[in-house]
């Protein structure tokens, strides 16, 4: 990577990292809450439905947070969620039926019974793996595969968890909260969204498919990308999701 380029990259990462970023973004829901177990709970609500239109994922979320009360957690081990989700045949949203949400409610529900947060339920599981792998897959194990949710396959990007992961793992942001001080922020991986594979192709951050079009987002791409972006940020290498995601809806509204 060029000098120019690292410059460019890290001018965009403080031009968009701003409290100005969670208007509009899913991040947002975490920060209406108070406590660790209350914002992670909306983080993980929030982020693995952040697919699709943002208008849609926002509108869906907020369906279920409106039902939550002030208590995420509560209206969860509470068991609010099976009355709420109704025929399991039923789509909620797009792919996602009430079946699956209830699978993924209830993969929660045992979360939160058996931890104050996710964070620390999820620090142990990653202990005793003995710190192998990738978190996201460590976190995708404890879902049903039948919970469409959350991603099973190996060469899944997992992007809807890696971008979970900033937010809780990122400490110092006006965005991400950092609740999750256990895992370091240098082995985070890139969130792999339609504007983050189009600029960093532009840019020439990954090689394009044979094609010369945009390549598939799997797990070796995050890997490939995550990679490139240590060059300019070091320590930080997801900061680049700033850079390259605020950098392609600038570019969209352009068209």
């Not at 975490?30 to 943002?54: P, S, V």
């Not at 797009?94 to 339920?121: C, D, H, Q, W």
């Not at 039948?146 to 942001?173: G, I, Y």
């Not at 001080?181 to 792999?192: A, C, E, Q, Y």
Request: net charge negative; charged share 30%; hydrophobic share 35%.
């Amino acid at each position: 990577m060029t000098e120019e380029m690292i410059e460019k990259l890290r001018a965009l990462a403080d031009k968009y990292e701003t409290k100005e970023f969670i208007v509009g973004d899913p991040s947002s829901f975490m920060h209406r809450y108070g406590d660790a177990r209350e914002k992670e709970t909306a983080a993980f609500i929030a982020a693995n439905l952040a697919f699709g239109r943002r208008e849609q994922i926002l509108s869906h979320v907020e369906k279920i947070l409106a039902e939550t009360g002030s208590s995420p957690s509560g209206w969860i081990t509470g068991g609010g969620y099976k009355e709420f989700f109704g025929e399991s045949g039923k789509s909620f949203y797009r792919t996602y039926t009430n079946g699956a949400m209830v699978l993924f409610f209830g993969t929660l529900e045992k979360i939160l019974s058996e931890e104050e947060t996710p964070g620390e339920f999820f620090r142990k599981k990653w202990e005793s793996s003995g710190k192998n792998g990738h978190l996201h897959e460590i976190i995708a194990r404890e879902f049903p595969e039948e919970c469409t949710l959350v991603p099973h396959t190996k060469e899944s990007a997992a992007k809807k968890l890696n971008m979970m992961l900033r937010w809780f793992v990122r400490t110092d942001s006006p965005v991400d909260i950092g609740t999750w001080k256990w895992f370091d922020r240098k082995n985070l991986l890139m969130p792999l969204d339609t504007h983050v594979m189009q600029e960093s192709t532009r840019l020439s951050l990954i090689k394009p498919a044979r094609s010369g079009k945009v390549r598939a987002a799997t797990l070796a791409t995050a890997e490939e990308l995550t990679e490139t972006l240590r060059e300019a940020f070091p320590d930080d290498p997801v900061r680049g999701d700033f850079a390259l995601f605020g950098l392609g809806v600038d570019e969209e509204k352009k068209r």
